[in-house]
């Protein structure tokens, strides 16, 4: 899987003066949204560095992000961000992904611009590589188990220097990045790879611009009754005082948690509130080391009634 698909990180430096980057830019992002191989194009700005924008594309394939640059909305855009860039202002990387979770899990749609987001840029010494993984995959999954606040911690690889990660880290908001750093895990993970770091390891805080279709993830557990999500679903389809309704929902499901979802979306269609626009399933591998075990992962795409894709 993470070998055949194309995940790219684009860090665009625009020239000084320039404001117009995300106007001009979204309707790229949304036209490369709706292209059939596409998981996710999302647009995320610096916040040191307020001209440095980092554009996170994930392809099913390699050939689809080749196909990409031969689409209309690319070719409109690249004459505009070309004229614009800073001197040496691109900068494209590819990555394989480490964790096990499956290709839908890139799917977009589940940071909100007030999410603390981090890409944490880590280069290990050269041989150390495989030691460095089975470490941050131990880190990611005391993530995943004890911290609820814990949006995204994706490991990311450098496809042409392997020495290289990026952790794509969302977390809730800054209080909980800082309960983070007091977890057991990280602490054990940071000691485990002290000898085995190149240099140190650099925050690069951005922050995700929404454009476009509006999207919302909806993580299901078997913690809930299907009542409590039905509610919530509602509540992202039609929207609910200042908060608009989405264009597309995704419910997300692994394991026991899978027939609940199936339930909620026929629930939801049924009463007329939206149409299932796509179903994904996966077995991805969890876990890691001998602890690995394959898990049923259900996603399940639904649009309102009055704007289905259908």
């Known amino acids: 899987m993470a070998d055949a698909a194309d995940i790219a990180l684009v860090w665009l430096t625009v020239k000084e003066g320039t404001k117009d980057f995300v106007e001009r830019t979204a309707p790229n992002v949304i036209a490369s949204r709706k292209e059939s191989e596409n998981v996710r194009f999302e647009m995320l700005r610096s916040t040191g560095t307020p001209n440095t924008y980092v554009l996170f594309e994930v392809y099913k394939s390699k050939a689809a992000a080749a196909a990409h640059k031969e689409q209309s909305h690319f070719a409109d855009w690249k004459p505009w961000i070309t004229e614009n860039l800073a001197e ?30 981090t890409l944490v840029h880590v280069s290990c010494k050269p041989g150390t590589e495989n030691q460095f993984i089975e470490a941050i995959l131990k880190n990611q999954a005391g993530v995943t188990e004890h911290e609820t606040d814990a949006i995204r911690f ?8 392997p020495t290289k990660f990026i952790l794509f880290e969302v977390f809730k908001n800054a209080d909980a990045v800082a309960h983070h750093k007091t977890f057991k895990h990280f602490l054990d993970w940071r000691q485990e790879v002290q000898d085995m770091m190149a240099e140190g390891r650099r925050g690069e805080k951005v922050q995700i611009i929404p454009v476009g279709e509006k999207t919302a993830t909806m993580k299901v557990t078997a913690k809930k009754n299907a009542g409590f999500y039905i509610r919530a679903a509602t509540t992202f389809l039609q929207g609910a005082g200042d908060r608009p309704p989405v264009e597309e929902l995704t419910i997300s499901a692994l394991g026991e948690a899978v027939n609940i979802a199936g339930a909620i979306a026929a629930k939801i269609e049924k009463d007329g509130l939206a149409k299932i626009a796509k179903i994904t399933t996966d077995y991805p591998d969890m876990g890691s080391g001998d602890k690995s075990y394959g898990c049923a992962q259900l996603q399940i795409v639904l649009t309102p009634a009055n704007n289905s894709k259908m």
Not at 154 to 161: C, F, G, K
């Open 88 to 117: 040496n202002g691109r900068d494209r990387r590819q990555y394989r992904v480490h964790g096990g979770k499956g290709l839908a899990a890139f799917r977009g749609g589940d940071v909100s611009p007030d999410n603390d987001v």
């Open 154 to 161: 994706d490991i990311l690889q450098q496809e042409d220097d």
